[in-house]
T-cell receptor, first 113, second 115 residues
Framework: GENVEQHPSTLSVQEGDSAVIKCTYS??????FPWYKQELGKRPQLIID?????GEKKDQRIAVTLNKTAKHFSLHITETQPEDSAVYFC????????????FGKGTRLSVIA | GAVVSQHPSWVICKSGTSVKIECRSL??????MFWYRQFPKQSLMLMAT?????????EQGVEKDKFLINHASLTLSTLTVTSAHPEDSSFYIC???????????FGPGTRLTVL
């Protein structure tokens, strides 16, 4: 089955700097890669996603890149703000309608003002 | 966007009792729902896949007789934790997979505390 590795487990950045979180996956059949942000005690919120037919996607300060050959995908947050502090999870899925997301272990991002 | 509700949001119970958690898709039909458990400072761990009208598929290590799942309609799945023990205390989150989308939408979660 699918296995998703996520690094780093914790990340501290100064406000205004960029943050990068990286994930690798094992199943070449995976073709959908969402990123979730989870604040303490709350549900994961989808912040951006990418499909395997696209190499990069951007939404304001957030971007995701995908390298299918290397089975890597990354989350990039620019101009970080204190409210970006949260736990971020990557996930992968072989889109078939009935398969669950496989999550990475999460990255705790702290943005220091 | 799709909305998934979960009830209750938190519950405290005595050891040995059973607790039922409901997960509803409010504005779309969910053919498949997933139940996750999340311990403090850990990732979401899939417990089971719930398909409408059929038996749930449990992940390895999850006791199907302890965690009863029912998905009787396209908008409702329930998870019953039977004979709960303190080690079952956790954050339980459901997600619903719509019929026409890859995206999974999460419920707000239920924090279970077993005394």
């Amino acid at each position: 089955g699918e296995n998703v590795e996520q690094h780093p487990s914790t990340l501290s950045v100064q406000e205004g700097d960029s943050a990068v979180i990286k994930c690798t996956y094992s199943d070449s059949a995976s073709n959908y890669f969402p990123w979730y942000k989870q604040e303490l005690g709350k549900r994961p919120q989808l912040i951006i996603d990418i499909r395997s037919n696209v190499g990069e996607k951007k939404d304001q300060r957030i971007a995701v890149t995908l390298n299918k050959t290397a089975k890597h995908f990354s989350l990039h947050i620019t101009e970080t703000q204190p409210e970006d502090s949260a736990v971020y999870f990557c996930a992968a899925i072989a889109s078939s309608g009935n398969t669950p997301l496989v999550f990475g272990k999460g990255t705790r991002l702290s943005v220091i003002a | 966007g799709a909305v998934v509700s979960q009830h209750p949001s938190w519950v405290i119970c005595k050891s040995g009792t059973s607790v039922k958690i409901e997960c509803r898709s409010l504005d779309f039909q969910a053919t498949t729902m997933f139940w996750y458990r999340q311990f403090p400072k850990q990732s979401l761990m899939l417990m089971a896949t719930s398909n409408e009208g059929s038996k749930a598929t449990y992940e390895q290590g999850v006791e199907k007789d302890k965690f009863l799942i029912n998905h009787a309609s396209l908008t409702l799945s329930t998870l019953t934790v039977t004979s709960a023990h303190p080690e079952d205390s956790s954050f339980y989150i459901c997600s619903a997979h719509g019929q026409a989308t890859d995206t999974q939408y999460f419920g707000p979660g239920t924090r279970l505390t077993v005394l």
